[in-house]
């Protein structure tokens, strides 16, 4: 297997653990990276069929570049990173870089040469979309429960259930929605 089939063993042209003293260096190695993605492509093993005939077609596809790709081919963590974005001169060097790396996958996407959808949640580009949920309990007793009480159609359980809940109710909370059309009112408690 070369070396473009296993991107981890992939480096730039500065050796192991490099020390970049100048901006310069660290273009320079990002520079690397980028030709080297375009240089390296992914390959995806297609079946295609043409008169009966059945061959297998190595098709090419973008590969994606990627932060964490960068820092692998340029030999510096992913703290080492954040340290030279920190740093006078440096900062612009890994802005630049993190841009180029931004609108390679959002050109890759929008021309469906990368998966949109993963792309797009990966810069944040998906449709987010917030959730508020206000928590309001609402009990609604029917009043003519009442009257079956008064009528002797409960059973002595469900008395017992009905009273346990009357206890439970804070009847400060009560709120009596009047109905139309002379259906009874339904009463309303806020439990929160």
């Known amino acids: 297997m070369s070396a473009s089939k296993k991107f981890w063993k992939a480096r730039s042209s ?7 003293e100048k901006p310069g260096e660290l273009w ?3 520079a690397e990276y ?10 995806e093993d297609k079946i295609v069929s043409y008169q009966g005939d059945v061959r297998h ?29 920190e740093t006078g001169g440096f900062e612009e ?11 390679q996958k959002f050109q890759g996407a929008a021309a469906d040469l990368l998966n ?25 007793i029917d009043t003519s ?19 346990a809940l009357e206890n439970a109710i804070d009847v400060s ?8 059309d002379n259906e009874p009112a339904p009463v309303t408690v806020d439990l929160t």
């Open 93 to 103: 060097v890994v802005q630049r870089a993190e841009e180029v790396i931004r609108t």
């Open 14 to 20: 500065f050796g192991r653990r490099p020390t970049f």
């Open 57 to 85: 077609v190595n098709v090419r596809k973008m590969r994606a570049m990627t932060l964490s790709g960068l820092r692998l081919f340029v030999d510096v963590s992913a703290q080492k990173w954040k340290a030279l974005s």
């Open 34 to 43: 980028f030709e080297w993605v375009d240089a390296n492509p992914l390959w």
């Open 28 to 30: 320079k190695a990002c």
């Open 173 to 180: 909370a009560v709120e009596v929605n009047p109905k139309v």
């Open 116 to 140: 949109a959808n993963i792309i797009s949640r990966e810069l944040g580009l998906a449709d987010k979309k917030e959730h508020t949920v206000e928590q309001t309990t609402t009990l609604e």
């Open 145 to 163: 429960a009442l009257a079956r009480v008064i009528a002797g159609s409960f059973t002595p359980k469900q008395i017992e259930e009905l009273k």
